[in-house]
């Protein structure tokens, strides 16, 4: 059963990584109501910033903030257009994306490979004074973890914060904000950037976790945000007790869990896709998603 | 009610997965995880002559070995778990077929040094796959006797050609030698670089009105991938193309000086048999060109085109038709 232990750290390491992503879409989707495309450029964004700085010999744990910062300006550049140009949110995140693209490709060269020699922030000398006696998985799983549980703890207390709360009323009732004398364009763009840097900062996770980063590794990655968001936020929809921050989080582990179960049942490769749509519908069904549905039954 | 629907649903995800999980593996044969990036007929050619490499090694299937095979379909992170998947069920060798396919199985095989062997990648030493427990062969492309081919069949032609994938290293690279080596040949280039597939039948109207005298293709996924259409159009515009392996010759190409992806996956085969044989570790073993090339020619599209094969050529050619 060692393997299959391992098999289940895997998909928690994926999951994990991918709910940095997740997070991102949660704010602009879930709470702004900003259908945000840029994500599938600022992530490949925060993996080419992560693969030239490694094979730079730049400290590992120096590139989170550093992605996150870049990210930042990702998001910045996505709700300026937006706000301040007054071009339609996903117009705006369409043009941030595309000029990505280009600008991913200009810092990387050309898809970037980090060779083994050079230390990640799962095989660095701090990790490995703590976690050394582990292997590479558990080790990957551990830090994964931390990261994945700081940012959501941080989330948590921000949406608690006066600003927090602000974004949320945007998405809920913009004509609040105002009324309230705030600026709610300052606001979207302050949520584009958070999410940006998010995003950001989970392909810098993948990069250090993949040791690579390639051009189309960005595209369909807003669609599995969405999913995941979806996923998550309908399954814990009646339960209030578990934050929106928890819920993505799961909703991102379960997406890779389905990945990796379609992949385990050994079925017809190009069946991969049809597989996990099929096991998102039984989540969403079977997650109650209609309301309404269960009334009638009631 | 609605609780019982949840936990229900929840059994059954729970049960499938546990029953997927413990359902692999539990015999004594060796298992090769192979990771193909996508589906693609010369990515199928490399894993068949892979296999084929492995029996012809004196190697069983199912005595002295066992294959897993996964396709990623073109989908980095589903290429990542896929590799780790390998990795949890203890594969005793990995196979990544193309360099993503490869940099995921080498980033997965990384804590259990797992022998990893890869295929169908153009440059090794780039993409970091030359050092550690990694061995394979490489598929680059021999722009020499490609430049020499079309001279010989086209001795007025002046100008080729060329479309590609910026994002595509394998691409950039071949473009770069080609742009080196085309004066010694008395060709001049023409290249336009896409971002996208949508953007190739774009740039084969340019290229045709730009008068240039013949395409020429590299391996680019891009490119390939609408060959049909971009043929439809030079063959009304009577601009021949040559392709850079058998399957496009297949496909309409007139001729092509290149590899054979199954040959590839033979050579790649036989180098992991000695892996699992034991006689060498994949870090013994450095990575393999091939050396020897083939000449495809496809008789009815030469013969569309009003070209004809020189003498020599026609001697060594191997015929192809159209599929």
């Given at each position: 059963m060692g393997g299959f232990l391992e098999l289940v750290t895997g998909t928690l390491i994926q999951g994990m990584i991918y709910a940095l992503l997740s997070y991102g879409v949660y704010i602009t989707?879930?709470?702004?109501d900003f259908p945000d495309l840029t994500v599938d450029g600022s992530f490949p964004l925060g993996a080419a910033i992560t693969a030239v700085l490694l094979t730079n010999n730049?400290?590992?744990?120096?590139?989170l903030p550093i992605t996150l910062a870049i990210g930042a300006i990702a998001g910045l550049a996505t709700g300026l257009i937006h706000?301040?140009?007054?071009?339609r949110d996903l117009l705006a995140g369409i043009i941030t994306m595309t000029a990505l693209f280009s600008i991913n490709l200009q810092i990387a060269g050309s898809n970037l490979v980090v060779p083994r020699s050079v230390d990640t922030i799962f095989t660095g000398a701090p990790t490995m004074a703590l976690?050394?006696?582990?292997?590479l998985i558990y080790r990957k799983l551990v830090v994964t973890f931390i990261i994945a549980i700081v940012f959501k703890l941080l989330l948590d207390l921000y949406f608690k914060t006066k600003n927090g709360l602000l974004l949320r009323a945007v998405g809920d009732n913009s004509v609040l904000v105002t009324t309230l004398a705030k600026d709610k364009g300052v606001i979207k763009i302050i949520g584009l950037v958070i999410s940006n840097a998010l995003v950001a900062l989970s392909g810098c996770i993948v990069c250090h976790e993949q040791r690579s980063f390639s051009?189309?590794?960005?595209?369909?990655q807003v669609v599995f945000g969405l999913a995941t968001v979806i996923i998550g936020t309908t399954l814990f929809?009646?339960?209030?007790?578990?934050k929106g921050t928890t819920a993505v989080l799961i909703g991102s582990i379960l997406y890779k869990a389905c990945i990796q179960v379609a992949i385990s049942l050994g079925l017809?490769?190009?069946?991969l896709k049809l597989i996990m749509a099929v096991l998102f519908l039984a989540i969403l069904v079977f997650g109650s998603y209609q309301k309404g549905a269960v009334k009638d039954n009631a | 009610m609605k609780n019982m629907k949840k936990i229900t649903c929840i059994c059954l995800i729970l049960t499938a997965i546990v029953l997927t999980f413990t359902?692999?593996?539990?015999?004594e044969v060796p298992v090769i995880g192979i990771l193909q990036y996508g589906e693609h007929a010369s990515l199928d050619n490399c894993r068949e002559g892979f296999i084929q490499g492995l029996l012809d090694s004196g190697l069983e299937e199912g005595k002295d070995f066992n294959i897993d095979y996964q396709n990623a379909g073109f989908d980095d992170a589903i290429a990542t778990q896929i590799a780790q998947t390998f990795s949890s069920k203890n594969v005793a060798l990995m196979c990544g077929i193309a360099t993503p396919a490869a940099t995921a199985c080498f980033a997965a095989a990384e804590d259990k040094d797992i022998p990893v062997v890869f295929t169908a990648v153009t440059d090794p030493v780039i993409a970091k796959?030359?050092?550690?427990n990694i061995t394979g062969t490489s598929d680059k492309l021999p722009v020499d006797a490609q430049l020499d081919l079309i001279r010989r069949i086209?001795?007025?032609?002046?100008t080729i050609g060329i479309i590609y994938t910026t994002s595509e290293p394998n691409s950039v690279s071949a473009i770069a030698e080609y742009q080196e080596k085309a004066p010694a040949y008395n060709f001049s280039l023409e290249v336009i670089g896409v971002?996208?597939?949508?953007?190739v039948t774009l740039a084969v109207d340019r290229l045709i009105a730009k008068g240039v005298d013949c395409f020429s293709n590299l391996t680019d996924n891009n490119v390939v991938g609408v060959l049909p259409s971009i043929l439809e159009k030079t063959n009304e515009a009577g601009i021949p193309v040559y392709g850079s392996e058998v399957e496009q010759v297949k496909l309409g190409c007139v001729a092509a000086a290149g590899i054979d992806y199954y040959e590839l996956g033979k050579q790649t085969g036989a180098m992991a048999a000695k892996i699992l044989k034991g006689e060498k570790k994949a870090s013994e073993i450095p990575y393999e060109t091939i050396s020897e090339y083939g000449i495809y020619v496809n008789k009815d599209a030469l013969a569309k085109m009003g070209l004809t094969l020189p003498e020599d050529i026609a001697q060594k050619a191997i015929e192809v038709k159209n599929e």
């Open positions: 989707y879930k709470i702004l730049v400290n590992p744990y120096l590139t706000v301040k140009l007054g071009i976690l050394g006696k582990m292997p051009s189309t590794m960005g595209t369909g929809k009646n339960y209030d007790f578990v017809p490769a190009n069946l | 359902g692999c593996n539990n015999n796959l030359d050092k550690g086209q001795p007025n032609a002046d971002s996208q597939q949508s953007e």
